[in-house]
């Protein structure tokens, strides 16, 4: 009898020994030489697109404004000309569906003219729109109750580039109606809208400051498997995790894999890896193992928001196609294994002005610090009044199993300062007008109490069990999973500090109007503001029962039920958020929640029947094959021993063959039941209701059905046991 295991383990044996040198660099190159070299960047349009087409183009771009039909079309024939220098034969509109990852349908550049002859042809209608047949994306209801047909359209603003020999154009999705069905179109608005509130703001402060732009710079965590183990693992393939596994004798207690040495064959792959996403364009920078065995991080440089999330969702496709490439496969998932950390993909998101000012860093000048503190305690305020918002837009059925446990951020939104910025805060709270600015004879203005250290990058005090952390120059969003489209914390994020920029400005206005000097409304409303966002900022150990309970106590969202949060995103004042800001409508905000429980119930359903064959096709039969070697041992004891010395002998396999039983017995009994909790929640009125019944009555089930299964894998011949284990999995040699 062959053993699926055993086979899976000798292929990954002859893996681990065979060449590791990666496959892509050529000796000599360096990044210069083939940084963007698949990318359409502005210094190679002027090759191929005459000068005053691209001039009105960049205009249009860097102002935010509706590229003309005249433009595009010019444009697309400087596209083909490159692509097809470059070898490519097809096109594709390239965009982000409800669903997560990208879609993608593709054409070739050519069509018949009326005599059936071919042209090489590329239209700019063809750039500028399509109407992808996707009528099976989700859209929540948008595209039942408006209208079918969606469309994707150019994103002039993150540049073209080419895959092989199919030329990507970034395009948003949208219904025929406008309404937003991707992630990307709200990440536009919502990045349009904060920039011109905080424009707004910064007018306050520095009248030269024509444009903010809005950064982020994703860390980017992911396992590694081998891919002949993870063949043999059905839940791996069909649901990214293991569904069940007892844990390793050794995993990361040591904390010997956390920045360790990468072993040559993951090193290989990471090479592959960075040198196609530097093709690409994407400035990948950092590479580290992590904190859990098989667990690794990269990272870029920051980028403008929309492009970094362009760039993010283009790595994770490189990433499994270089995997594979090297007999891995790469486990985006939040938490493939039990036990041990999770991976998440933490989002360093900061505002910057075309004049080179970090408003989120300590400045120069009393004016800029107090930009600096107005910019950081509008941050605190709009987390605060959004911070289930913020949570909602975080959870998934996948990252879930991240944020209950004690090694990831947990599921409440709270903000780490660090001790610094806190005492500046406690001392302006405490201030009077007249301490906290002083203005001199010559009209200088002084902040009093609070004179800020220009360089606060303190890297010892981190905390790490924060889910959005202060870290010097920027806010670090680390509750984001990896595996989602950072754009939806990314939107969630930009709509509410929009709004709250937008708050605080009105109140400056109004109190300057009345008459009140601009330095001391500003002072006495940052004062306010730090008094009644207090609640949200947290320095202590956030996986602690303690915390939960004092959380609940300032009022702040605890709720863990992921279908449950989903609600925030229709909460009134969320809904009236987003309104404001024109980031999303109502209609948009129900057919994504629609869709967030559509696809949470989905997830568990396709979980929970990986789990149903997993322990009747695998563990059961072994654990039966087991238990029958012990019953035949103890009949053959009996037939060879006296009655007396038979009673000893078979103590053991007496005890095994009990235990088996009973495990198996509830394995059985789980599975029934599981089965018959699935019938119930499927029949659930609606989406909500059906994610709400898979949480509260499925979850539990696959838990315990799982730790049954674990239990007996822990008993059985290991001969005998067909799925690969954690100790086989989690280290890579
Ligand atoms: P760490 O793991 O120590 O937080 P990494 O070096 O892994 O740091 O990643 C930090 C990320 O933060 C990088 O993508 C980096 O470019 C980004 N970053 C640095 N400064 C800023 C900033 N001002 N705004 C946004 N992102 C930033
Ligand atoms: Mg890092």
Same mark, same amino acid.
């Given at each position: ?67 003309? #039909? ?5 444009? +697309? ?26 879609? $993608? ?35 929540? @209801? ?33 219904? =025929? ?22 424009? &707004? ?19 980017? $965590? ?23 596994? /007892? ?18 064959? %993951?090193?290989?792959?990471? #090479?592959?890896?960075?040198? &196609? *996403? ?48 090297? !007999?891995? #496969? ?9 036990? %041990? ?44 009044? !959004? ?20 090694? *990831? ?105 009345? @008459? ?25 150990? @956030? ?5 939960? +309970? ?36 109502? *209609?948009?905000? /129900? ?27 695998? %563990?059961?039969?072994? *654990? ?45 009994? @789980?599975?029934?039941?599981?089965? &018959? ?29 799982? $730790? ?17 284990? =954690? ?7």
């Amino acid at each position: 009898m062959s053993n699926v295991r055993f086979e899976a383990l000798k292929t990954a044996k002859e893996h681990s020994f065979a060449q590791v040198t990666p496959s892509c660099t050529q000796e000599n190159e360096r990044v210069k030489d083939f940084f963007a070299r698949d990318v359409f960047t502005r210094a190679k349009m002027k090759e191929y697109i005459a000068e005053e087409v691209l001039e009105q183009l960049f205009d249009d771009v860097d102002n935010g404004r509706t590229i003309h #039909r005249d433009i595009a079309g010019n444009v +697309a024939i400087g596209m083909r000309k490159w692509a097809m220098d470059h070898g490519a034969t097809h096109f594709t509109h390239w965009f982000q569906p409800l669903t997560g990852g990208t879609a $993608e349908k593709h054409d070739a550049f050519f069509s018949l003219t009326k005599d059936g002859e071919l042209i090489e042809e590329f239209s700019g209608d063809s750039l500028y729109q399509q109407e992808p047949d996707a009528s099976s994306f989700p859209s929540g @209801g948008i595209r039942n109750t408006f209208e079918a047909r969606g469309y994707s359209a150019w994103d002039p603003s993150s540049p073209v580039f080419l895959i092989g020999d199919t030329l990507c154009i970034p395009t948003v999705f949208v219904a =025929y109606t406008g309404e937003a069905l991707d992630y990307k179109t709200p990440l536009i608005r919502s990045t349009a809208s904060l920039c011109h509130a905080a424009r &707004e703001v910064c007018g306050l402060f520095d009248k030269t400051v024509k444009h903010v732009h809005v950064n982020l710079g994703w860390e980017q $965590e992911y396992f590694l498997v081998d891919e002949s183990l993870y063949m043999a693992r059905p839940d791996l393939m069909l649901t990214g995790r293991t569904l069940m596994g /007892h844990n390793s004798a050794k995993s990361q207690q040591l904390e010997d894999h956390y920045f360790g040495a990468i072993p040559q064959r %993951v090193l290989a792959f990471m #090479r592959d890896l960075e040198y &196609e *996403a530097l093709c690409a364009g994407i400035p990948v920078r950092t590479r580290h193992n992590e904190v859990a065995p098989n667990q690794f991080e990269m990272a870029p440089i920051y980028e403008d928001v929309n492009l970094a999330n362009d760039h993010n969702l283009l790595v994770m496709s490189i990433m499994e196609r270089v995997a594979q490439k090297h !007999h891995f #496969r790469v486990l985006l998932h939040e938490k493939p294994f039990a036990g %041990v950390n999770g991976s998440g993909k933490h989002c360093n998101w900061s505002l910057q002005t075309n004049t080179g000012v970090n408003l989120l860093a300590p400045g120069k000048n009393p004016y800029q610090n107090l930009q600096f503190v107005t910019f950081l305690v509008n941050v605190l305020m709009a987390v605060h009044r !959004h911070n289930g918002l913020l949570k909602a837009s975080i959870v998934s059925a996948t990252n879930e199993h991240r944020l209950g446990a004690n090694e *990831a951020p947990p599921a409440i939104i709270s903000v780490f300062l660090g001790k610094q910025i806190t005492e500046v805060l406690d001392k302006l709270e405490h201030a009077t007008a007249e301490e906290g600015i002083i203005i001199n004879a010559k009209k200088e203005m002084k902040l009093g109490v609070a004179n800020i250290p220009e360089i606060l990058l303190d890297n010892t005090d981190r905390n790490r069990t924060s889910p959005f952390a202060f870290t010097g120059n920027r806010f670090e969003f680390r509750a984001v999973g990896s595996s989602a489209n950072c754009g939806g914390a990314m939107l969630a994020l930009n709509a509410a500090v929009a709004e709250q920029l937008m708050l605080f400005k009105s109140e400056v206005d109004r109190r300057v109007e009345k @008459g009140e000097p601009k330095e001391r409304a500003l002072f006495d409303i940052i004062r306010n503001y730090i008094v009644a966002c207090k609640a949200i900022r947290f320095e202590g150990n @956030g996986y602690s029962d303690e915390w939960r +309970a004092e959380a609940a106590e300032r009022g702040l969202d605890c709720e863990t039920s992921v279908p449950l949060v989903i609600d925030r995103y229709l909460a009134p004042d969320t809904i009236r958020m987003f309104q404001l800001t024109g980031v999303l409508n109502e *209609a948009e905000l /129900h057919s994504r929640s629609e869709v967030k429980w559509e696809t949470y119930a989905k997830k568990l359903q396709i979980e929970s029947r990986v789990l149903g064959d997993l322990v009747i096709n695998h %563990v059961l039969p072994a *654990a039966k094959r087991y238990q029958t070697m012990l019953l035949n041992n103890v009949l053959t004891v009996k037939q060879v021993f006296s009655a007396d010395e038979t009673a000893a002998l078979n103590e053991m396999d007496y005890s095994i063959i009990r235990q088996i039983e009973s495990h198996s017995a509830a394995i059985l009994k @789980g599975v029934e039941a599981m089965t &018959e909790a699935r019938h119930k929640a499927n029949r659930q009125p609606d989406e909500r209701a059906k994610a709400i019944a898979y949480h509260d009555t499925i979850l539990p089930l696959m838990a315990d059905i799982r $730790e049954h299964a674990d239990a007996l894998e822990l008993i059985v011949d290991d001969e005998l046991w067909t799925l690969p284990k =954690y100790r086989e999995m989690m280290f890579i040699r």
